[in-house]
């Protein structure tokens, strides 16, 4: 299986026009404003922010260090709730949300949380598809949760 090398490492305020980039990168998605990346990457406590850098092994990366995928999550000590979690458009399907999902779940473990949770449009099959492969299940509805446009989320769990 063809997989990019990336260090996943937690992200700095100087990230935050490349995580922005690769959020946009995904027209389809609905996307947060630059002000509640603000907010978020700048609130210490609770929510945790990494980025995947690409060790340069990926022709694709063009350089050592580019981030080509981040993920945001809230952690408390009995559940880690994932807020948004992307991969670069050009590097998907290469393992890179995989080393990522890894790092919030070894966090929120050693964070002595039981579980994580996500919403999820219902249409984002590929994002479903991806949180069951790593053993999410579908545990409840949300309805007209999203908008722009309007949709309905999955809850998805999986126990730690
Ligand atoms: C969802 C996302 C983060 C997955 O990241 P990724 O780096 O592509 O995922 P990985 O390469 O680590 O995939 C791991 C496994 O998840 C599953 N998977 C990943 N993408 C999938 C897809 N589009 N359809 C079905 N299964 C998928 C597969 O089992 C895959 O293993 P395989 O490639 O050996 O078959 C990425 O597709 C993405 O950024 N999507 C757009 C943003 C988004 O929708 N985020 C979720 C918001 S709730």
Do not use: C
Not at 71 to 89: D, G, M, P
Not at 90 to 102: C, E, N, P, T, Y
Not at 133 to 142: K, L, V
């Amino acid at each position: 299986m063809k997989t990019s090398s990336v260090t996943v490492r937690f992200a700095d305020k100087k990230d935050m026009e490349r995580i922005i980039e690769i959020e946009r990168s995904w027209v389809h998605l609905s996307h947060w404003s630059v002000d509640a990346y603000r907010r978020l990457l700048n609130e210490s406590s609770l929510t945790v922010s990494l980025v995947a850098e690409s060790d340069g092994f990926d022709p694709g990366a063009r350089q050592s260090g580019r981030i080509v995928g981040f993920v945001i999550f809230h952690a408390t000590e009995s559940t880690a709730e994932i807020y948004n979690i992307a991969v670069e458009r050009g590097h998907a399907r290469l393992g890179v949300g995989s080393a990522l999902m890894r790092s919030v779940i070894d966090l929120s473990l050693d964070n002595g949380a039981r579980k994580v949770t996500l919403e999820v449009r219902k249409s984002n099959t590929g994002a479903i598809g991806f949180y069951q492969a790593f053993g999410f299940a579908i545990t409840g509805e949300r309805r007209r949760y999203y908008s722009n446009p309007v949709e309905d989320a999955f809850l998805m769990e999986r126990d730690l």
